[in-house]
């Protein structure tokens, strides 16, 4: 099956420098970081809105990152740190 209505399929996370410690001691620092029992939530914004939503969660006192983009083909990228 084939849609024509997906325009993006993939995406590119570059997520934070996790340090050691951050959760579970015997988990990959990223691992713990993502899948941990904090509330969470990943949004999608428009590139030219990302400032705009960023101020207003810090405004907020929101911790927020920036962690990636979408892509147009069908890769998943995720990377950690630097």
């Known amino acids: 099956m084939h849609c024509t209505c997906i325009k993006h ?47 207003a969660f810090h405004a907020a006192g929101v911790i927020a990152h920036e962690i990636g983009h979408v892509r147009s083909d069908f890769t998943v990228d995720v990377s950690a740190g630097r």
């Open 9 to 55: 399929s993939g995406v590119e996370l570059k997520l934070p420098e996790v340090k050691a410690g951050a959760g579970n001691d015997q988990c990959d620092p990223v691992l713990s970081a993502l899948f941990n029992e904090e509330c969470g939530v990943v949004i999608e914004v428009a590139g030219d809105h990302v400032k705009e939503v960023m101020a």
